[in-house]
Structure formats: structure tokens, C-alpha cells
């Protein structure tokens, strides 16, 4: 790599951490630049300002997760294993870009280019996925909810248990498959496609 091009990853890489620490107002410019080791001028050479930045930091991410969430739909040939490979891979994406969507959840509200941005990319993802997807539903004998309902409430759902303390042990990914984690991602999977009613005809739970 090019001694600019890494200069300018390395920019990117501080930034998100800054970014995702103290968020877009507290993060500066002369902070940045003083944590990767160069002038504040050296960042302009890169980024025309701070919001290009800014954008720098979570596109490539969020284009990464939206292409990632694709992968839901191999091997799914039936609603349950749609949907519990639903759950993995966006776990995965969250616990390998958690400086991007701690970004993404806390200024998405305030920065209106980047919830542009999330909305552009969630419509391609349903626009990709919806043919294939709608069919497994329409398999399983139920009614769809709405796709962007199903998709932000299900990723935001999993960043709230990932980053709660007493489930982060849990869903936390270690060197093989955790009993713990396997458990979480199950009842989820029943909680998504039964709901707080309960999976019909088990009874209730001890």
C-alpha cells in the first residue's frame, strides 16, 4: 500500500474511534491528527472537511453489512433457518464494525446525509433480497411483516443485547461454537417468528 493511501486509513481507522467515543461534535480535527501523528493540515490533503470524513468512516461499513446480509439467504429453504441465519450474520457484522453501528445508533438522529445513507442502502438490501425472501415466508405459512420493521428492529434489537452486560457474555463469539450463544440465537429465532405468545402447541415453560 502506498504510503498516502495508508496514511489515509489510518486517519479513517482513529477517526471511527473518536468518532464512536465522544461522537460528532466532541471528536476534532486537531484530536485526530494528533492521535495518528500528523498536522491537522496532512488530514485536508485526504478529506475536504470533517463531514467527508465522517462519511468515510461508516460507508464502507455499512456497504459491507448490507452486502454481508445477503449471505441470509443461503441455505435457506425454510422460514426458521431464514430467519436464525438472519440473526447470525447480522450478530457477526455488529461484533466486527461495533465502532461504525455505536456510531450509526447515536448519530444517525442528528447527521441527516447519514441516515440518508442507511436508508438508501436498507432499500437495496429489501430490493436484492425481496424475491427470495418473500417466497420462504409465503413457505412457512405466514404473514411478512414489513421488511424495514423486520431489519432495523432486528439489527437494533441484537446491538441492544450484544452491548448489555448480562447477555454480552452470552452472544459473545469465542474460539468455537458457544452452547451459550447457540441457546441466545435459538430463543431469539423462536421470539422473532412466534412472538411473546409463544410457540403454539408446546404448553407453557417451566
Partial sequence: MARGAETKERIIATARGLFAQQGYQGATMSQIAREVGITEGAIYRHFADKRELFMA???????????RSL???QDA??????????IEVRLQVLEEHR???CILFTQALHQP??????RELIATQVKSAEPAVAMIWQLGGRRRPPALMLGVGLTMALWALLN???QNGELAEGEGPSPGRQKTIDELTDFVLYG???EPGRGSEQ
Avoid: S
Fill in 99 to 101: 465502532d461504525t453501528f
Fill in 77 to 86: 429453504t425454510d422460514l426458521r433457518t431464514l430467519v436464525r441465519r438472519m
Fill in 71 to 73: 449471505e441470509e439467504l
Fill in 164 to 166: 448489555f452486560p448480562t
Fill in 113 to 118: 446525509e447519514l441516515w440518508q445513507l442507511l
Fill in 57 to 67: 468512516c461508516i460507508g464502507p461499513a455499512l456497504k459491507e453489512a448490507v452486502a
Fill in 196 to 198: 411473546i405468545a409463544g
